[in-house]
């Protein structure tokens, strides 16, 4: 299995500016997980869905934030519009209920700078 | 709120020095207290999950605790590829929640 896959690994664009960032779940898990991490604030969770179904949202920081799972091979983060306070690294991490739900395997991120 | 609240936040050890790494937390009710590891560029990697008071996991030079309001990360004899962030986290209703983590550096 080649893992949770995210895409792009850099991104680097500028203020106003929409920004997707794509994840493909390991296949067979159920949940998906949507991670922002900075130094000041460390690995916070933004959004998770179960079944492609978002479940809570309560983290993602504002309506410029947007989430979706159209299959359960496939997620979008889009930003719109970008500022540069969104500048972090941001994970993409799926997991399978019942066999350790809460074992997530992550992906290796996507480095956002917004300038 | 529930919370989970590392330390030290950074600790650098010479190799074979052994140590540990504290987690506190609350919660109410656990479903679940979990170690990951992070190397630098990459995402966490899980370590260990606890679930009651007394229960211990060993990984290598690694072993986990848990009581009712702290978990204890031990490394003992490390070596310098054990160097990492590692992160604590906590199960509140299928959400995973991580603290800020330590970032371990071992001295050859």
């Known amino acids: 299995d080649a893992g949770v896959i995210q895409s792009p690994r850099h991104e680097v664009t500028e203020m106003g500016q929409e920004v997707t960032l794509r994840c493909k779940p390991i296949?067979?898990?159920?949940?998906l997980f949507w991670y922002r991490q900075t130094m000041m604030r460390g690995l916070e969770l933004l959004i998770y869905?179960?079944?492609?179904?978002?479940?809570?949202d309560s983290g993602m920081p504002e309506d410029r934030f947007s989430a979706k799972m159209p299959n359960a091979s496939f997620s979008t983060l889009k930003i719109q519009p970008s500022e540069p306070r969104d500048s972090a690294v941001y994970f993409c991490?799926?997991?399978?209920?019942?066999?350790?739900?809460?074992?997530?395997?992550f992906g290796s991120g996507t480095q956002l700078s917004v300038l | 709120e529930d919370q989970v609240t590392q330390s030290p936040e950074a600790l650098r050890l010479q190799e074979g020095e052994s140590s540990s790494l504290n987690c506190s937390y609350t919660v109410s009710g656990l479903r679940g207290l979990f170690w990951y590891r992070q190397d630098p560029g990459k995402g966490p990697e899980f370590l260990f999950t606890l679930y009651s008071a007394g229960e211990e996991k060993e990984k290598e030079r690694l072993k986990a605790t848990l009581t009712k309001k702290e978990s204890f990360l031990h490394i003992t004899a490390p070596k310098p590829e054990d160097s990492a962030t590692y992160l604590c986290a906590l199960n509140r209703d299928d959400k995973i929640i991580f603290g800020k983590g330590t970032r371990l550096h071992i001295l050859p």
């Open positions: 296949s067979g898990h159920d949940y």
């Open positions: 869905f179960n079944n492609n179904v978002p479940i809570d």
């Open positions: 991490a799926s997991s399978l209920k019942g066999q350790g739900g809460e074992k997530l395997f």
